[in-house]
């Protein structure tokens, strides 16, 4: 399974965005997650959604106002109202464990290379 995210830029708050996450490879068992990292911080998770029954997660903060979805090899994820503090870059991964539901980064997480997202206020 390889991975590969697109979608980043540079975009006033209040705006929106879509990033994608286009994947190859056979990975429909896989768990697909969003996470995010600003220099110095730790990563954080965005979003995940479920490889077996679809299921998705979000951070506190992400709640409402992004939506991950998956369609045919490519997982999106839809950011609105952005704000300053969403600046950072933007990784998806795939976890064959998929453990979505544990907001955890499993030992065989694969990466994708990241995706800068610049929010201005």
């Known amino acids: 399974v390889q991975l590969q995210a697109s979608g980043g830029g540079l975009v006033q708050a209040g705006r929106s965005l879509r990033l994608s996450c286009g994947i190859s490879?056979?990975?429909?068992?896989?768990?697909i997650g969003w996470y995010r990292q600003v220099s110095g911080k730790e990563r954080e998770r965005v979003s995940c959604i479920s490889g077996m029954d679809g299921s998705t997660y979000y951070g506190a903060s992400m709640e409402g106002r992004f939506t991950i979805s998956r369609e045919q090899n490519t997982v999106h994820l839809q950011m609105n109202s952005l704000k300053p503090e969403d600046t950072a870059v933007y990784y998806c991964?795939?976890?064959?464990?998929?453990?979505?539901?544990?907001?955890?980064?499993?030992?065989?997480?694969?990466w994708g290379q990241g995706t800068l997202v610049t929010v201005s206020s």
């Open positions: 490879g056979r990975w429909d068992h896989y768990g």
């Open positions: 991964a795939a976890d064959p464990l998929d453990r979505c539901d544990l907001d955890a980064i499993g030992p065989f997480t694969i």
